[in-house]
């Protein structure tokens, strides 16, 4: 009877809560002025002014004035709007091997930007203030795609990244920067959890050079109580990026006592190999304490050091660890020799013995070199 009753008042809680979200959301829209307006991409009109958004697998229905989960759009008068284009919130010249990516342009900076908003809710967000927030919660700069990418090309950057937050939640202020970004010789690179559908994802990719996937956890319920979505999808638009021959690299936040299991990797690592092949590189990172869970401990090394070990014994070629000190763990070897290819402190590159992207023996290490 009290478990009734408690179960009870938690699913009133949360209905409550769902309700305030909405309502506050509706009415805080009043923050986003015109200007700061965008049509979005990739929706549904389903009358009486009410709207499906088909840009991630969440499929927000919408009625007039509501946000989405993204907060990131919102439907106004039966039309959808993006409420981010133009508003960066974090922007900074990074070195590649932040993202991480470790094929790719090796050495390299890449212009990093992000406007706030993400169609996922992970529990242990980094980046918690900026994705999980309203546009007009935090401060931003007002920036046209042509000037961001004047920025990128002033800072010397190779690279314009879109990173930070999630990517998807401002695809249409990625585009069109991405559009201009190949026009003058940039290069363009997403840091997503890959949660979008099949069709704006094909259509992105023939502007994007790099995608790094933040992957969660093979396991759905993971999924769906540590990032309120679904494994299937990313899964999905792995194989799409690796079908349409983008560069793809794979991290995995391994976390304590929800991620961490042998059969977690197990399943990661033949997922992998099966479906990708064993050339694309899996970084395996630590987890610090953050955001809504900060019960948890960080990441044992070793838990790093076996997974990457285990994948090795199973074929992967190219393993690492990440946000620990393993000069193994963060060095490229070339597969025959053994060889050291390229060598790296923290987030810089100390050796790179690749010539075109070729060992000394001749061997060909696969990624984007120049």
């Known amino acids: 009877m009290l478990k009734a009753k408690i179960g009870a008042i938690i699913f009133l809680i949360i209905i409550v809560g ?25 929706y549904e009109k389903l009358g009486s002014k009410m709207v499906r958004c088909n840009l ?25 709007y993006s409420i981010v284009y133009g508003q960066i ?10 993202k991480p990516l470790y094929h790719f342009l090796p050495g390299t900076k890449t212009y990093s930007i992000a406007t706030t908003g993400c169609n996922l809710q992970c529990k242990f967000c980094q980046n918690w203030q900026i994705a999980q927030v ?38 249409e202020y990625m585009l069109d920067i991405a559009l201009l970004a190949h026009e003058n010789g940039l290069k363009n690179v997403v840091i997503s959890a890959g949660y979008i559908n099949p069709e704006p994802l094909r259509d992105l990719l023939p502007y994007i050079d790099a995608y790094k996937i933040d992957f969660k956890g093979f396991d759905d319920k993971f999924y769906q109580e540590m990032t ?10 792995m194989k799409i990026i690796k079908e349409q021959g983008v560069w793809l690299e794979i991290v995995n936040l391994v976390i304590p006592t929800e991620n961490d299991r042998e059969e977690d990797f197990r399943n990661l690592i033949l997922w992998i190999k099966e479906n990708l092949g064993t050339d694309i590189p899996l970084h395996f990172t630590r987890f610090h304490p953050d955001y809504k869970l900060l019960n948890l401990p960080p990441t044992p ?16 070629k190219y393993v690492y660890t990440g946000n620990i000190y393993d000069p193994e763990g963060s060095t490229t070897f ?26 000394s023996d001749g061997e060909k290490i696969p990624g984007v070199w120049e």
Request: proline share 6%; hydrophobic share 35%.
């Open 134 to 171: 309203f546009p007009w919660e935090v401060s931003s700069i007002k920036m046209t795609p042509q000037q961001v990418v004047e920025k990128a090309l002033k800072s010397g950057a190779q690279s314009i990244a879109f990173t930070y937050t999630e990517p998807t939640a401002f695809y």
């Open 301 to 316: 090394i070793e838990t790093l050091q076996k997974a990457r070990q285990m994948a090795q014994e199973y074929g992967l």
């Open 334 to 359: 070339c597969p025959e020799s053994g060889e050291p290819a390229i060598v790296r402190q923290g987030f810089f590159v100390t050796q790179n013995n690749l010539q075109n992207g070729q060992c």
């Open 89 to 98: 919130v974090a922007s900074h010249l990074d070195p590649i091997e932040k």
């Open 228 to 237: 309120a979505g679904h494994v299937g999808p990313v899964l999905e638009a």
């Open 56 to 80: 991630c697998p969440n499929r927000c229905i919408l009625s007039e004035g509501q946000i989405g989960i993204c907060r990131a759009k919102k439907n106004i008068e039966g039309e959808l």
């Open 18 to 42: 769902l309700a305030v979200f909405l309502i506050w959301g509706r009415e805080r829209g009043g923050g986003v002025t015109p200007q700061d307006l965008h049509l979005a991409k990739y």
